[in-house]
């Protein structure tokens, strides 16, 4: 029963990080703007230069860092929603409201 048990855990766990790969999220901040997937791999990064300047980096780079941290976090989340729907899944019935 137990092999059982773990058996489904992996093959859910397998099946969500299939799902996470194809979600994606995108963040802009001023200028910059990215895309990542549910797996957190980078996927697109577009800088329009006609709105910052060009010369000073360290713009650039603080808009780079907003963009990148909101993406991850818009990942995280969905990722979480999905975590507690699958523990949710798993539970016996009656025992699912444990997670909310």
Known sequence: MLGDMMNQMNEMQEKMQK???EQSF??????????CNGARQ??????????TDTNDPE???????VAINEALGKA??????????????????GLSGLFG
């Open 19 to 21: 799902q996470l790969a």
């Open 42 to 51: 980078f996927t697109d990064i577009s800088i329009d230069a006609s709105k």
């Open 26 to 35: 995108t963040a802009e901040a001023g200028a910059v703007k990215v895309t």
């Open 59 to 65: 713009e650039l780079e603080d808009l780079l860092l």
């Open 76 to 93: 995280a989340e969905y990722e979480s929603g999905q975590a507690g729907g699958m523990m949710k899944d798993m539970l016996p019935p």
